[in-house]
Nanobody, 117 residues
Framework: QVQLVESGGGLVQPGGSLRLSCAASGIIFSINQIGWYRQAPGKQRELVAAIDTTGSTNYVDSVKGRFTISRDNAKNTAYLQMNSLKPEDTGVYYC???????????WGQGTQVTVSS
């Protein structure tokens, strides 16, 4: 049974940092590309960062230079280090894999990030 558990969110002031974690089970983590997605209030979910099996990364323009995605295959865990946070980074953050998105409706519970003074 597939399970993706996101954690590490919270309330932070503008300019602050958070580190999100995504613990995966039920999938062969090491052969999957992993993405972090954000759903802001009233908006559709968007991909903000992705890392492939070689460690190559991609970011949406709005987070480049501030967010860093990484993975630890030995721990079946992906991370999103978020620095210099802005109010527009507020939203629920989810991790997922392109394969799961294409073949199922599964999403984890997400973790809430709120950037506010």
């Amino acid at each position: 049974q597939v399970q993706l558990v996101e954690s590490g969110g919270g309330l932070v002031q503008p300019g602050g940092s958070l580190r999100l974690s995504c613990a995966a089970s039920g999938i062969i983590f090491s052969i999957n590309q992993i993405g972090w997605y954000r759903q802001a209030p009233g908006k559709q979910r968007e991909l903000v960062a992705a890392i492939d099996t070689t460690g190559s990364t991609n970011y949406v323009d709005s987070v480049k230079g501030r967010f860093t995605i990484s993975r630890d295959n030995a721990k079946n865990t992906a991370y999103l280090q978020m620095n210099s946070l802005k109010p527009e980074d507020t939203g629920v953050y989810y991790c997922n894999t392109p394969l799961l998105i294409a073949t199922s409706t599964y999403w984890g519970q997400g973790t809430q990030v709120t950037v506010s003074s």
